[in-house]
């Protein structure tokens, strides 16, 4: 790819929370979505750099996780209830799950498409509405912030166990195959 600037146009972000995982379509956000890809590595100490207090020896890669921040301005209010209700399984509006459950299982895939420029799309795979979710209400137009934490999901192929966090698929809410 050539060095130049790079406008990828509006990203059209969608949820699977229609019947059997269908996608819906949220909206569009003011500024373009960000991601923040965020590496969870342990560093690894040793006594020739100091030991404990010195610098690491080596990095030990533990995860990796995404942060999707969506400050919305165009979207539809009915698929902003479903991730308010931090749960694909859905809850009514306003109630929450038992303190204590376990929610591992319970999670959104997200589909961000670029409008105008083909192949720039990355499909979510298990993504979490962990974050507080702020949206005004009054007399001005509403914003809604969501942000939404995307953690590896893992699969099997030929018994060998893989990791993604995104992958360019949009035609389905399928699992990775490769």
């Not at 060998?160 to 360019?168: E, S």
């Amino acid at each position: 790819m050539s060095i130049a600037v790079y406008a990828f146009g509006p990203c059209n972000i969608s949820i699977n929370t229609g019947t059997s995982g269908a996608w819906e379509n949220l909206g569009y956000t003011a500024d373009g979505v960000r991601v923040r890809e965020e590496a969870i590595q342990l560093p690894v100490p040793g006594d020739e750099n100091g030991g404990a207090e010195g610098v690491p020896i080596e990095f030990q890669h533990l995860a990796e996780q995404h942060f999707l921040t969506l400050e919305l301005t165009r979207f539809d209010t009915a698929i902003l209830q479903k991730l308010r209700s931090r749960f694909k399984s859905g809850i009514t509006a306003g109630m929450t799950k038992s303190p204590g459950t376990l929610v591992a299982t319970d999670y959104f895939r997200v589909l961000l498409q670029s409008d105008t420029v083909s192949g720039n799309h990355r499909r979510y795979l298990k993504a979490y509405a962990t974050q507080p979710i702020e949206e005004t209400i009054g007399t001005k137009y509403s914003r809604p912030m969501v942000v939404l934490q995307c953690l590896p999901f893992k699969y099997v192929v030929s018994s060998v166990n893989k990791y993604a966090i995104w992958d360019a698929v949009t035609a389905d809410d399928t699992d990775p195959t490769t």
